[in-house]
């Protein structure tokens, strides 16, 4: 079954230092999404990315984030002088398309637990 | 605002009982919601999803109600299983202008055996 990937698994990092947390979507799947997690809290979104261009956007994603789809399979999130409060789980979704209608499920992946020191 | 709440932070049950977890919303514009289970240290994993325009869907082992009067969205898990122990969110998509989800902050359920 295809399923969403995200490397690293851990990303430990010195606070002001830059990081890229990377995700490969379903392969057939074109929108894109970044979530985050802050230990012992709820999901909350960040960024949906459709087209080459960011759709939404959250008031977390702030100038210090950006996503970028390098290639035909990669979606990036750079988070440039990281703080101590970026430290949770990152999650990276995917979803369908069909005909011109967005699918609704998103699928997301088993994420990247980022720890800023 | 917008805001999806759950009732409960934790359910025990019984191995073998039926488990419900409730979760209210607050935006009536919302037109799909869906069940995620999270396992320790994995992403939320999809178990069911019901639009709007439903009140009741049933999948295998599991069903959603949702209530757009009150605003109210259970999942009812039957025949709970040890597997099932997992916190449940539930999340919902802010109508047809966004495919952002908006999720409630959770609820842990412990299956005793």
């Known amino acids: 079954e295809p399923e969403v990937t995200q490397t690293p698994s851990h990303q430990v990092t010195q606070m002001g230092q830059e990081v890229i947390l990377r995700c490969v979507p379903i392969?057939?799947?074109?929108?894109f999404y970044w979530y985050r997690q802050i230990l012992g809290q709820k999901v909350e979104f960040l960024v949906s990315?459709?087209?080459?261009?960011?759709?939404?956007k959250s008031e977390i994603f702030d100038d210090q984030f950006s996503v970028e789809r390098p290639d035909g399979s990669n979606f990036t999130l750079k988070i440039r002088s990281t703080k101590l409060e970026d430290s949770a789980m990152y999650f990276c979704?995917?979803?369908?398309?069909?005909?011109?209608?967005?699918?609704?499920?998103?699928?997301f992946g088993p994420g990247t637990r980022l720890t800023v020191l | 605002g917008e805001s999806v709440g759950l009732h409960l932070p934790t359910l025990s049950v019984q191995e073998g009982d039926n488990s419900i977890i409730n979760c209210a919303y607050s935006n009536s514009a919302s037109d799909y919601f869906i069940w995620y289970k999270q396992e320790s240290g994995k992403g939320p994993q999809f178990i069911i999803d019901?639009?709007?325009?439903?009140d009741k869907r049933q999948g295998q082992r599991v069903t959603v109600l949702l209530n757009k009067t009150v605003k109210h969205l259970s999942l009812q898990i039957a025949a709970t299983q040890p597997g099932d122990s997992a916190v449940y969110f539930c999340?919902?998509?802010?109508?047809?202008?966004?495919?952002?989800?908006?999720f409630g902050s959770g609820t842990r359920l412990l299956v005793r055996p």
């Open positions: 979704a995917s979803s369908g398309i069909s005909g011109r209608a967005v699918l609704n499920e998103q699928f």
């Open positions: 999340a919902e998509k802010a109508g047809d202008s966004s495919y952002k989800l908006i």
């Open positions: 990315f459709y087209n080459n261009e960011i759709s939404e």
């Open positions: 019901i639009r709007s325009n439903m």
């Open positions: 392969s057939n799947h074109l929108y």
